[in-house]
Every structure is written in C-alpha cells, then in structure tokens.
C-alpha cells in the first residue's frame, strides 16, 4: 500500500501546486475553480487552510470581497492555520482598506508588526497601517509607520513610497525645518 499512497500523495502536491501557480500568473478564475476542486478530492489534507487562504487571495483579485472575507475570517480561529496567521491578518486587512475601514484595516496590519515581525508580509504592514493612520489623519503615527519601512526594510521597494508618504506626513504636522532636511 505505500506505494499507493505515496502516488496519491504525490498527486495532492500537484494539484496543490498548480493551483498556486495558475494564481502567481494571474488567472484568479482558474486557480479558484483548481482549489475548490482540491478541497474536494482531499477534504483531509494538511493543506486545507493554504487553500481556503488562496481561495480567499483569489475573490480578493476579483475584487469579491464578502467572499474573500468568508474564507479569510475561519482561518483566524482554524485549527492547522497557526503557520499562515500573518497572511490571513494581511489579507483581512486589505479587504477592509479596500472598504475604506482603516480603522479595522489599521488592526490587522498592526497585528503583523507586533505579533510577526520577521513575516514576509511586516514591510507591506507597515506601509499599509501607515497609510489607514495618514487616511485617519493621524500624521504622527503614520510617520512612525513609514519610518518603520525605512528603518527595518531597507531594501524594500515600499521604502521609495514610504519616504514620499515621509514628506506628506511631515508637510500635514507643519513641520518645515524637518520637510526641508528630509
């Protein structure tokens, strides 16, 4: 029986993976249509919570976003999604910065920068909550977000927008002489 096993196994990775590809090339419908027909062929599978994830990314794409918080919102609570928990903050927040709630936003992007700093995800936080605090009006904070990217994510592209974003809080606090050296 190993053998069988390990074909099937092989056989779930697979129709895993090319999900997950057809979604890094874009094709939202297909990737959608590839993850629900892989809940369904492997309803026991360890990878239960990346597929809903990726189901959840993809209605994001499609700009479905009740549909993308229906999948998102049980990954917060689901059991086996503990390795995923900085995507699934992630992905909640840009759906509701999508719906202009950057209050609600601004706490899951926060809950990246303080419970996942080494995330592959903490340099888009921090952007994002920096921008919910500059949308909010709340220049100081937002400054903080955006110098946050400079400091700890040097090389990331957002560093660029970030010093913009810089400049743009610094002109609403009125501070000149800063505006000027920066």
């Not at 992630?90 to 709630?101: A, L, P």
Request: aromatic share 16%; hydrophobic share 35%.
């Amino acid at each position: 029986s190993q053998p069988i096993l390990a074909q099937e196994t092989s056989k779930e990775e697979e129709s895993f993976f090319v999900a997950k590809k057809a979604y890094a090339d874009g094709f939202y419908d297909v990737s959608l249509e590839l993850m629900e027909r892989f809940l369904k062929s492997y309803p026991s599978s360890s990878r239960i919570a990346e597929a809903n994830l990726l189901i959840g990314q993809c209605y994001f794409h499609q700009a479905r976003y009740l549909d993308a918080l229906s999948r998102l919102e049980p990954l917060e609570r689901a059991q086996g999604a503990s390795s995923i928990q900085d995507a699934v903050c992630y992905w909640i927040g840009e759906v509701h910065f999508k719906g202009n709630n950057f209050n609600k936003a601004a706490g899951y992007y926060q809950r990246i920068t303080e419970n996942f700093p080494a995330s592959s995800y903490a340099a888009s936080a921090y952007y994002s909550l920096g921008w919910c605090l500059f949308q909010e009006g709340k220049f100081t904070e937002a400054l903080k977000s955006f110098r946050a990217v400079e400091e700890k994510f040097p090389r990331d592209p957002l560093v660029y927008d970030s010093s913009f974003k810089i400049l743009e809080c610094l002109y609403n606090l009125k501070e000149y002489a800063s505006l000027k050296e920066k």
